[in-house]
């Protein structure tokens, strides 16, 4: 992940790219980078979501990509450890969900 | 990471939540948790989304958090290395913009 | 339409808000309105989707009519009018699928 | 309106691509058409994003039809007017954000 973060800061330096980087921009080419992936998948079923071919898998892996690389870019000019805020959320998300009254029938998802 | 990876499977294991995380959900849910980064900056000024308070922030380390959570919990049913995927996705981004051509001055930036 | 239009207008000048409504802020508030549906329907099957409650019915009226009030202000800040830009797209699209061609296994759909 | 609702019924129905709109699938397209209009300015100062080339105007009225015809299929399948949903909007907002509390200086805009 450091590696990342350092080769993203390099990449921005050496094409003059900062300028862009404002996190309002960023936040916005993250969505946009986050829906090439939803387009893949929006006239999916659920199941075929899961049985892809090794092509469209290659193009996923690139969006993939993309999308780590905006979040970590992101991350970095907000001063936050991307890593860190997810072991803390995965915290949290375990109080606010405690196995004995989610498992299987979360009212998060069967209040439909 | 691998660390992120792992915990991630046992939450959903514990809860019985592997059932709702298909590709399908699971990039409906990606998508989300970026809106709600989305959110926090719409309107603001790019000059204001660089300024944020201590609040603010700390704020988005939780949405950050998510948005990671998702698109790790996503790459692992897709069989996908996150890192790995950004690090080549950022190979190919070098070639795709050299910095000789894009400097300060990328068309991808400068065609409006 | 054109009642909608005006009223936008007047409920922004009302507030003077137009020095936040730059077309780069409203579609940011736009995406965010559209996640608010997406965040509905993350979690069901294509099937529980089509037999909503009317509780939720009435919460996705309201995200609708949101998602409706800034595409026109989008719409109304470029000099666009939205119905003739759906009607002309729908002349586009017609030519771009063709029945004979995509009857029930569009290639578009079928790709994956 | 109803022009357009009846269109995109028969363009739907020539197509047997009713099977393809559920309420889920549909909201996907409709986050995804939406980012093609936010991809147009995420690296735009909130200042150019106002001063678009008739080019770029041109392909964002076929952007806005498409997001457009969208929402007009998601409400449609719902039993939802939009003009309707988007009139109703108008008057709990008016009445959530009045003219003498928020005028120029909303909470909402400036508690950053």
């Given at each position: 992940m450091e590696e990342l973060i350092q080769k993203l800061r390099k990449?921005?330096?050496?094409?003059d790219w900062d300028q862009?980087?404002?996190?309002?921009n960023l936040v916005m080419?993250?969505?946009?980078e986050v829906s090439e992936i939803v387009e893949h998948f929006q006239w999916l079923t659920p199941e075929q979501s899961q049985e892809l071919s090794p092509d469209k898998?290659?193009?996923?892996k690139d969006e993939i990509g993309d999308?780590?690389?905006?979040?970590?870019?992101l991350a970095d000019k907000l001063?936050?450890?991307p890593i860190n805020a997810a072991l803390e959320?995965?915290?949290?998300?375990g109080k606010k969900y405690p196995v004995?009254?989610?498992k299987g029938k979360s009212l998060k998802y069967t209040e439909y």
């Open positions: 990449f921005a330096e050496e094409r862009f980087h404002s996190p309002k080419a993250l969505s946009v898998l290659s193009e996923l999308v780590l690389i905006y979040l970590i870019r001063g936050i450890d959320k995965i915290e949290k998300n004995v009254r989610v």
